[in-house]
Protein backbone atom coordinates (compact mmCIF):
# COMPACT_ATOMS: atom_id res chain seq x y z
CA UNK A 1 0.00 0.00 0.00
CA UNK A 2 1.42 3.92 -1.23
CA UNK A 3 2.50 5.60 1.84
CA UNK A 4 0.50 8.30 2.20
CA UNK A 5 3.28 11.58 3.52
CA UNK A 6 1.97 14.03 5.79
CA UNK A 7 3.42 16.64 7.56
CA UNK A 8 5.24 16.18 11.01
CA UNK A 9 2.93 18.46 12.71
CA UNK A 10 -0.37 16.82 11.07
CA UNK A 11 0.44 13.60 12.60
CA UNK A 12 -2.45 12.41 14.98
CA UNK A 13 -2.04 11.96 18.48
CA UNK A 14 -0.19 7.99 19.16
CA UNK A 15 0.43 7.63 15.56
CA UNK A 16 3.33 6.78 14.07
CA UNK A 17 5.41 8.73 11.73
CA UNK A 18 7.46 5.96 10.39
CA UNK A 19 4.24 4.55 8.77
CA UNK A 20 4.38 7.85 6.64
CA UNK A 21 7.86 7.31 5.74
CA UNK A 22 9.79 5.46 3.20
CA UNK A 23 12.41 4.71 5.79
CA UNK A 24 14.62 7.68 5.01
CA UNK A 25 16.97 6.96 7.81
CA UNK A 26 17.67 3.58 6.45
CA UNK A 27 19.14 4.37 3.29
CA UNK A 28 22.54 5.66 3.91
CA UNK A 29 25.05 6.17 7.29
CA UNK A 30 27.38 8.70 8.02
CA UNK A 31 30.39 8.55 10.24
CA UNK A 32 32.86 11.25 11.44
CA UNK A 33 35.75 11.57 10.01
CA UNK A 34 39.26 13.49 10.83
CA UNK A 35 39.43 17.39 9.67
CA UNK A 36 41.61 17.00 6.72
CA UNK A 37 44.38 19.69 7.16
CA UNK A 38 47.04 18.26 4.18
CA UNK A 39 47.25 17.48 0.71
CA UNK A 40 47.09 13.74 1.95
CA UNK A 41 43.80 13.84 3.58
CA UNK A 42 42.37 15.83 1.05
CA UNK A 43 43.50 13.23 -1.50
CA UNK A 44 41.90 10.72 1.15
CA UNK A 45 38.48 12.47 1.02
CA UNK A 46 38.81 12.98 -2.82
CA UNK A 47 38.83 9.46 -3.13
CA UNK A 48 36.11 8.98 -0.98
CA UNK A 49 34.12 11.27 -3.36
CA UNK A 50 35.46 9.28 -6.66
CA UNK A 51 33.27 6.07 -5.64
CA UNK A 52 30.01 7.89 -6.05
CA UNK A 53 26.69 7.94 -3.71
CA UNK A 54 29.20 9.51 -1.23
CA UNK A 55 28.83 12.92 0.58
CA UNK A 56 31.12 14.50 2.68
CA UNK A 57 29.63 17.31 4.70
CA UNK A 58 31.11 19.63 7.73
CA UNK A 59 28.48 20.17 10.98
CA UNK A 60 29.35 22.60 14.15
CA UNK A 61 33.08 21.86 12.93
CA UNK A 62 33.18 18.25 12.45
CA UNK A 63 33.98 16.14 8.90
CA UNK A 64 31.62 13.72 8.49
CA UNK A 65 31.74 10.75 5.56
CA UNK A 66 27.70 10.09 4.23
CA UNK A 67 27.78 6.91 2.02
CA UNK A 68 23.91 6.33 0.36
CA UNK A 69 23.01 2.82 0.64
CA UNK A 70 20.09 0.48 1.52
CA UNK A 71 20.51 -1.12 4.62
CA UNK A 72 19.96 -5.05 3.97
CA UNK A 73 17.30 -5.19 6.80
CA UNK A 74 15.05 -2.70 5.23
CA UNK A 75 12.06 -4.33 3.96
CA UNK A 76 10.41 -3.59 0.21
CA UNK A 77 7.88 -1.86 2.39
CA UNK A 78 10.23 0.34 4.23
CA UNK A 79 10.19 -1.32 7.48
CA UNK A 80 12.90 -2.95 9.26
CA UNK A 81 13.17 -7.00 9.35
CA UNK A 82 15.01 -6.70 12.37
CA UNK A 83 12.97 -3.94 14.42
CA UNK A 84 13.72 -5.95 18.25
CA UNK A 85 17.64 -7.05 17.20
CA UNK A 86 18.07 -3.68 15.94
CA UNK A 87 21.39 -2.33 16.51
CA UNK A 88 21.79 -0.07 19.11
CA UNK A 89 22.33 2.87 16.81
CA UNK A 90 19.01 2.51 15.42
CA UNK A 91 17.14 1.71 18.57
CA UNK A 92 18.74 5.36 19.94
CA UNK A 93 17.66 7.04 16.86
CA UNK A 94 14.30 8.43 17.42
CA UNK A 95 11.52 10.36 15.15
CA UNK A 96 11.85 13.04 17.63
CA UNK A 97 14.66 14.53 15.43
CA UNK A 98 14.63 12.52 12.71
CA UNK A 99 15.43 13.72 9.23
CA UNK A 100 11.30 13.05 7.99
CA UNK A 101 11.01 15.99 6.57
CA UNK A 102 14.37 17.90 6.35
CA UNK A 103 15.83 18.54 3.14
CA UNK A 104 19.57 17.99 4.07
CA UNK A 105 21.31 21.15 3.96
CA UNK A 106 24.69 21.44 5.41
CA UNK A 107 27.10 23.62 6.75
CA UNK A 108 29.39 23.17 4.07
CA UNK A 109 29.19 19.50 1.80
CA UNK A 110 31.06 18.39 -1.02
CA UNK A 111 29.96 16.55 -3.81
CA UNK A 112 32.72 15.53 -5.84
CA UNK A 113 36.47 15.10 -6.33
CA UNK A 114 36.74 17.92 -8.34
CA UNK A 115 34.80 20.41 -5.66
CA UNK A 116 37.13 18.96 -2.33
CA UNK A 117 39.87 19.22 -4.74
CA UNK A 118 39.23 23.02 -5.35
CA UNK A 119 38.39 23.61 -1.70
CA UNK A 120 42.12 22.33 -1.21
CA UNK A 121 43.95 24.24 -3.51
CA UNK A 122 41.98 27.03 -1.70
CA UNK A 123 43.17 26.85 2.29
CA UNK A 124 46.53 25.16 1.50
CA UNK A 125 49.77 26.46 0.74
CA UNK A 126 50.57 25.07 -3.21
CA UNK A 127 52.02 21.31 -3.15
CA UNK A 128 55.89 20.33 -3.02
CA UNK A 129 56.58 18.09 -6.61
CA UNK A 130 58.13 15.44 -5.50
CA UNK A 131 61.49 14.82 -7.43
CA UNK A 132 61.76 12.41 -10.28
CA UNK A 133 63.80 9.63 -9.83
CA UNK A 134 65.11 9.80 -13.23
CA UNK A 135 66.02 13.31 -12.35
CA UNK A 136 69.66 14.16 -12.78
CA UNK A 137 71.46 16.70 -10.82
CA UNK A 138 72.98 19.64 -13.28
CA UNK A 139 77.11 19.01 -14.46
CA UNK A 140 78.98 21.31 -16.62
CA UNK A 141 79.74 19.67 -19.75
CA UNK A 142 83.00 20.49 -21.91
CA UNK A 143 82.55 20.59 -25.49
CA UNK A 144 85.52 18.39 -27.52
CA UNK A 145 88.72 20.03 -27.74
CA UNK A 146 87.94 23.05 -25.24
CA UNK A 147 90.50 23.44 -22.35
CA UNK A 148 89.46 22.05 -19.00
S1 LIG B 1 12.92 7.65 12.19
FE1 LIG B 1 12.30 9.34 10.87
S2 LIG B 1 13.50 9.14 8.98
FE2 LIG B 1 13.61 7.18 10.09
S3 LIG B 1 11.93 5.93 9.24
FE3 LIG B 1 11.11 6.97 11.05
S4 LIG B 1 10.21 8.87 10.27
FE4 LIG B 1 11.58 8.07 8.66
S1 LIG C 1 18.62 -2.33 11.08
FE1 LIG C 1 16.49 -1.75 10.78
S2 LIG C 1 16.29 0.28 11.75
FE2 LIG C 1 18.46 -0.12 11.46
S3 LIG C 1 19.01 0.83 9.50
FE3 LIG C 1 18.49 -1.33 9.11
S4 LIG C 1 16.31 -1.33 8.59
FE4 LIG C 1 16.78 0.61 9.58
Redesign the pocket.
Known amino acids: MKKVKIRREDLAPGACLCDHCT?K??RY?SVPIETPTTWDDFDAVRWYLAHGRTLVYVEKGTWYLLVMTR?????KDD?????WS??K??RE?TTADCEYDDDWIFEQVFETPAQIWEYAEAILPPRRRKRSKTHLPAIALSTPGQAE
Open positions: GCCFCQYLSRCQIYRPICY
